[in-house]
C-alpha cells in the first residue's frame, strides 16, 4: 500500500457509514485487527465443537 492509499481497521469498534464509505468509494484497503482476528477463530471453533457433537443450533 502506498503512503496516499487509506486503510480502514475492522474490528477494534463498530463499522461506521463513514469507513463503509472509504472502502467502497475510495477504494481504501479494510484491515481485520489481529484482535478481532483471535475473537473470530475463538468463536468458529465453540460453533464446529457444538456442529461436531450435535448439538441443536
Given amino acids: ?3 496516499n492509499e487509506e ?3 475492522l474490528g ?3 463499522v461506521t457509514i463513514a ?3 472509504v472502502v467502497a468509494r475510495k ?3 479494510a484491515a481485520l485487527d489481529p484482535e478481532a482476528r483471535r ?3 475463538a468463536s468458529r471453533a ?3 465443537r457444538y ?4 448439538w441443536p443450533a
Avoid at 456442529?51 to 450435535?54: A, V
Fill in 27 to 29: 477504494r481504501a484497503a
Fill in 7 to 9: 486503510s480502514t481497521p
Fill in 46 to 48: 465453540v460453533v464446529e
Fill in 51 to 54: 456442529s461436531s457433537e450435535n
Fill in 39 to 41: 475473537r473470530m477463530q
Fill in 19 to 21: 469507513d463503509v464509505v
Fill in 1 to 3: 500500500m502506498s503512503a
Fill in 12 to 14: 477494534k469498534r463498530p
